[in-house]
């Protein structure tokens, strides 16, 4: 793995590095835990759909998730907290055996949440000493799993903010997760195109950082010339499309989205409530009048797919997306902070990375020499190759430097809970 | 309505009338809460199939229905706790508005457990007002009020245990709902018949007590001779059934429970564990060996009809039942307490009420000449009238005080997760 | 059985009772095969839901029914036609083995119209042999299980009927079964109210002609004064009940039936058409003007009792139906013919027999002392008796002498496609 | 339309290009309706699966394309044959209005065969004149229309082969569409690879002959070097995949195909009957012992991934079946009739073309440029872009001369129904 090799390679002292890796996985663990603070016991153990997980089981089975790739093989005389927790809290991997219907996951009353926070201390603890102890031979491999433990966690802490705003919403009276003060709105910017011409480029992990398997590896395609839109589509010009018949218009629609918008009698985002003209929608602090201004969200592949062909654009390309992104700077998007402004704002709408993950046309695919590793761990990504798109960007939930132009985020075309929104791209003339 | 002549008639103070009141007010409360008492906040929102309702909703139920039936009609002043709680607590009352989904009870994360027990408080402190300050002229009335949602919150009670166990049941490592000590066994005594020589006879609710409105009007019926088991169903004698290969003997089923077994591969009671020889259980005390003597309990009416067909004899009418129970007294009962033993047990075994409901197979339909009373109330009972069985008797977990000889309790044939099983039947020659 | 008796001591020749037989059986699978004349191979193929019976699968299966049950176990040397057809054309006979699913009976698409027919004048040359052939000893008990093979038959006849009228219902353009020319319209009668005083009365077939098990045995119960209506609810009637809001009227509706009323957002019955004061209905002679002087049709159990509830009366029990048919005669109905007019008119209003199947409030259960018959004979009553209702009286789709007033007919509640209509009971003082 | 130029350039005189067409047509509607020559009217109207459309469906639906995109727009006073039938034989067209349930089509029992056949009386009439009459200026766009009508009826008769298959096949006696004699086996040849260099490559339709849209439009991409199997995987290679366990090794299988495996309890191909060492399969030709030496038919993808995945190989990409497909002929295909052997057979194995569809891992998005035409036939291709997975090469069950190397056919992941195998690839060391 790449980032073995970067840390052998990085000259630091082992003292350096352990004391890098304790530090950082204390500040993951903790900012779960800070996650969670504002919800009781009954909105931590909620499952308000099948794609919803409680909080509660996010924050088991990322601690299972430890035990299990690091502290079981790794750490000598590591006593398991309670061997049933493999059963419980197991997302998927089927080389692990048996588990928890996924769908029932919010039937699990007990363990209970501060049962739950037991295990996520007995797991801390072992980790410390399994940071402080490793042999200094295995320290860089110790690195690697780290770094993929902490990216996990990561993504299980963008699906904590994502799945309890679900929970939170279809509360009747429209309770919140947090209060907070949005930032103030920009002037709008004036949005463009920008041309790229294509040609015979690399993509995927570079092998400089951590990535995901997926990402790898590295390898060439041709691209055709194109343009892409400097901004995320508006609140405002998505209102546009409804008021302009987009729902009601069926050659806009692939054909399984205008069967669900038919079958569901859908009319406008997820969380948008409402009518034309007086939009609100539901965000993680409370349901509020819409911003314009600020890229919209929830949208499924299909709306967003209606929503290009509505422009006579299209959607991007996963590779024109990543050509893109390869000069701007993940770090650049708005900071997001658990006890800041959990929403996309009109601040976001200019930067690639920050506020929406971006719907592209690309079906999520191996690319060209993947192969998934073996044992368990290759369940991570591979096995879901198949009727998922390709989203790049990252979004207002997503963890402080969790994201890089390589990055393939997916989810199936019907997916509306995460937060999702998207950014035209067209054809140059070649 | 009867109980309230009955008290108009009594010629008790009406200082003592309200002190009575006011005492059996209160006692039902705290054993509400006491019930919930063993339950953190996961147990106590959880919902795990579409009949069972979280404890939370119970407890606030419960108060809503004084509230709307007895404070807002009838106490001047009275304050709603939260006008939006009638849309989340309403049951079933059509005439009273639009509701929360049944099946999304479990979804109501807000308002909290802290919450519905300060909505308990408000609606306690009002009703002590109610009681000590209506008019003395109202007092009949109230009392009668009182009395039915003393009722209907004891119905709860035992929804509350019913239900509260099925969530544990599906938590996969044998939670319980709290530690007793069973009963001691008693020696297996002789069951045997006892016969009736039928004729014409009166039936239903005689109007000296209280009286849900399904159980009259008083009426004649003609029943021809017959006998009735002196005992329930035991454990034992259901296990030798299933030995026999009940489960897998079409001939012995009605069509639609042939269906279910098939459909659903079933083989053994809701709560079984293990398998021949070995038989376990789930109980509110944790998965136990089972105690053959006692009752065989949580049969659907399927399980009950084939059973009975199985021995040669068959279910009984309401009727027979209720006219085998007049002599009975339902106080003899063994008391249920919500820190005692709540499972049926052999102590249970021969008498009519106390042990287990028991399945009739008398549909549930009007008695000649009822008619629902006018308004929201008149909802209760009637509109049920269709696709479900009478069962009579009380259970393990029935509130005490709560049954007589005209009680009709109902369920769908396919009820599982209530505490039923069977007392047999068999006709005489005339 | 009854029958049986009744032949053996009739006193007529066994040939003539052999040349009654032969001469009823041939009449019987005569009209059978004229019903299916009118339709196609593809409309004799369709199962358009799941409770609809393709005509081939009704024209081969009650010809099974007589290789099952009468050549098999009593005409020496009999071939069975195809030993595969017990696996295609069995019904619901668990004691007989495996079957197609009811569901995808109009997947059978082979054998074909022909080669049903075949098979039907297979079974018609052995019959006809067995009732020549037959010992003279036997000749009783043979005639009794031909009259049940006739009753059976003559049953699927009004199935073929029911059944074809959805198939071509939902055909978009309205086709028709026959053209036929309706009978002229009676001047409207006076509806009134038949009083009967109840008291202690004997139902139930009293085994003087044929009759299913299910009407027996013959048995006492007491009955309260009653009003029963001299006609049933008519066309016009429903329509009142309609406009009057019948359909948005929680408080009128059973709880199932109101869920399903939502559900399915009905508002009128199965195959009414258009709006009001413009209502037509689809019949077996294409759609047509409803004609509001004759009984409603097609109710379900539902709308059947929410109508009852909205004029305050009710629906009548099945034994006070019975009592008030005593005197009336069967074959006083409009006479039903294959190429008549297929549908209830004014003319049927009046007599309780012939125009539409009338529900009661009864559910359909076992009369005291009923036992099914042992054998898969005795599955043909006994273990449907479960969540339906008894309907009495005969349509204008029932054979003609095949009903009689302690003739049980029973669907479920929610069943609509059988031509079902009511009417109104009411209690009298007593 | 590259069509129009070529006819417009071909110098054949207007006659010829007339003499041709009617040719083609004639030719065409004829195969059709020899198509359902062995099958009967129930046949011809069942529908046993939603993918499933009747015989008698398609017979209509593909005049009905005539009529509504050739004969209504260009023929001068065509009168339609019944405005009806545009509700009822439109399949997917939104724009061109409401229409029948796909899942209904099988509850259309009139129209009747005899009916559809008046139908395409009348359209191959009014055929006959347009190319006829068509004026000089017109006759290279009318030319190009038929290729569009001859390309969609074609596809439509592979369809018809592959619908009644599942018919015959659900009848429980093993029906046969018809009797034929199966080639000689040949015998087995050595399978390898053949191996591609990759490099920047032109793919797509060249507009020289017709190309549905969806083949174009050309575009460069570029390939890493690769290799491709010369043969299909067989039946043989495939009964060892079950008989190591395929169906039960979690980790061989995409997360949505195991899930399928599960819920479905599948062990074998669609029609695969038996058990392994004994393996029969279901074809056209009636229920037989299997070829282990012909092309394995009837995967989905998901099984067609997971024995790619068993092997350590992959399913080629698109683009590289295309690029080893340019030198190969299509009619070197052995030839399907009608009444031929209608099932893959060891002399196909070799071929690109002609044994079984084979599943690509590209999933079905639109060619760099594509922009689906607009008006109704814009909807023939572009609005199923989501979900898909391309196939590639044609079956035993596709028309002579309609599949070239640049076609695209395209089907769900779950897809069993259609002649589908597989065809191995690998990567080449670059």
Avoid at 56 to 83: C, I, M, N, Q, R
Avoid at 254 to 259: I, N, P, R, T, V
Avoid at 321 to 341: K, N, Q, T
Avoid at 354 to 368: D, E, F, I
Wanted: glycine content about 10%; some cysteine; charged content about 20%.
């Amino acid at each position: 793995m790449a980032v073995e090799a970067a840390f052998a390679a990085s000259g630091v002292s082992d003292a350096a590095t352990r004391r890098t890796l304790a530090g950082r996985y204390l500040a993951l663990r903790s900012r779960s835990t800070a996650l969670a603070a504002p919800l009781s016991g009954e909105d931590m153990g909620a499952q308000t759909m099948e794609d919803v997980s409680p909080t509660k089981w996010h924050l088991a089975h990322t601690s299972w998730f430890w035990e299990t790739f690091l502290l079981e093989p790794h750490l000598a005389g590591y006593e398991v907290f309670d061997p049933r927790f493999g059963f419980l809290f197991n997302s998927y991997y089927e080389a692990l055996g048996e588990r928890q219907p996924r769908a029932a996951r919010g039937h699990i009353t007990r363990p209970g949440v501060e049962h739950v926070r037991a295990y996520r201390a007995h797991v801390d603890a072992a980790m410390e000493r399994l940071i402080e102890r490793c042999e200094e031979g295995d320290l860089a491999r110790l690195a690697a799993l780290v770094e993929t433990g902490i990216a996990h966690e990561e993504q299980h802490q963008e699906l904590i903010l994502t799945d309890i705003k679900h929970v939170l919403s279809v509360n009747p009276f429209g309770e919140r997760y947090l209060d907070a003060a949005p930032p103030s709105a920009r002037p709008g910017e004036t949005a463009g195109w920008v041309e790229f011409a294509g040609g015979l480029e690399t993509f995927g992990a570079d092998g400089a950082g951590f990535a995901f398997d997926n990402e790898g590896p590295g390898h060439q395609a041709w691209l055709a010339s194109f343009a892409l839109a400097s901004h995320c589509v508006t609140n405002g010009e998505y209102a546009q499309f409804i008021a302009d018949g987009g729902y009601r218009n069926a050659s806009l629609w692939l054909s399984d989205g205008w069967a669900r918008v038919q079958a569901q009698a859908r009319s406008m985002p997820l969380y948008w409530r409402g009518a034309p003209g007086e939009w609100r929608e539901f965000t993680l602090h409370g349901e509020r009048e819409i911003d314009m201004a600020a890229p919209v969200s929830h949208l499924d592949y299909f709306e967003a797919s209606a929503f290009a062909e509505w422009t006579g654009y299209r959607l991007p390309e996963e590779r024109e997306w990543e050509l893109a992104a390869r000069s701007a700077d993940p770090a650049s998007a708005r900071a997001m902070s658990p006890d800041g402004w959990l929403h996309p704002c009109s601040a976001d709408q200019g930067n690639l990375f920050g506020g929406v993950w971006q719907w592209t046309r690309s079906a999520y695919a191996p690319y060209p020499g993947y192969r998934a590793q073996s044992g368990a761990i290759g369940e991570y990504n591979g096995k879901f190759m198949c009727g998922q798109f390709v989203l790049k960007g990252g979004s207002a939930l997503t963890a402080p430097g969790h994201v890089r132009a390589s990055y393939r985020n997916f989810f199936p075309p019907d997916a509306q809970w995460q937060m999702t929104g998207l950014r035209l791209a067209r054809d140059l003339p070649s």
